[in-house]
């Protein structure tokens, strides 16, 4: 198993400019989130998914967009990149039922 | 408001000797923490669990300690070895949905 993947490692953007990070988890889990790591923050949930077609917000959901259309993906869509969003991102699953969530290697993402 | 604080933004341990990494939370109707390790460029990966029905688990050198009574849980690890040296990160959830992460303690384990 893969585990959780993410692409790209790396990206950088202009103000303005939009983008899809992608996620993909190989182990069937039901449940996926979306982190932002920033210095001195911790990780911060931004939006999550119990399931194919079922999505909610997290704790700083603004400037985010997600959807859930198969139980193995859940790409995280910025519109209007802005400075603020500069992080790194950060992707995990886990299967229904228990706490330990698994991550992906995240995506470091600057806005210029 | 910070729900789940790590105070100490960083420890240095010798070698074989124990390391303790502190928590502590402000909402009570949380019932359940995780400890995850993080090393550089990596992401998080978890590292050991426990429910607040109880005060103390186990996983060979580490081991959580929860005083629901003072909000405060701690991660201890014995002996302490030069791979552990990392950033971890406790965590705490009120529901299996939304996991509240603290801003993490860096250890560094020196032989």
């Known amino acids: 198993n893969a585990g959780v993947t993410q692409t790209p490692k790396f990206q950088v953007l202009k103000t303005g400019q939009s983008m899809t990070l992608q996620c993909a988890q190989d182990?069937?889990?039901?449940?996926m989130s979306w982190y932002r790591q920033d210095p001195g923050m911790g990780l911060r949930l931004i939006h999550y998914?119990?399931?194919?077609?079922?999505?909610d917000q997290g704790e700083v959901p603004n400037g985010y967009n997600v959807s859930r259309s198969t139980t193995e993906d859940f790409p995280l869509r910025l519109l209007s990149a802005a400075p603020s969003q500069t992080s790194v991102y950060f992707c995990?699953?886990?299967?229904?039922?228990?706490?330990?969530?698994?991550f992906g290697p995240g995506t470091r993402l600057t806005v210029l | 408001d910070q729900q789940v604080k790590q105070n100490s933004p960083s420890l240095s341990v010798q070698e074989g000797r124990i390391s303790i990494l502190n928590c502590d939370y402000t909402?009570?109707?949380?019932?359940?923490f995780l400890w995850y390790k993080k090393y550089p460029a990596e992401g998080p990966t978890f590292l050991i669990s426990?429910?607040?029905?109880?005060d103390k688990n186990e996983d060979g050198r580490f081991t959580v300690f929860l005083n629901k009574s003072a909000k405060h849980l701690s991660l201890h690890i014995v002996p302490s070895q030069p791979g552990d040296s990392a950033v971890y990160f406790c965590?705490?959830?009120?529901?299996?949905?939304?996991?509240?992460f603290g801003t993490g303690t860096r250890l560094q384990v020196f032989p």
């Open positions: 909402n009570s109707m949380f019932d359940y």
């Open positions: 426990i429910s607040s029905i109880k």
């Open positions: 182990m069937n889990h039901e449940y």
């Open positions: 995990a699953s886990r299967e229904g039922g228990r706490n330990e969530q698994f």
């Open positions: 998914s119990v399931g194919a077609g079922i999505t």
């Open positions: 965590a705490a959830s009120e529901t299996t949905d939304k996991l509240i």
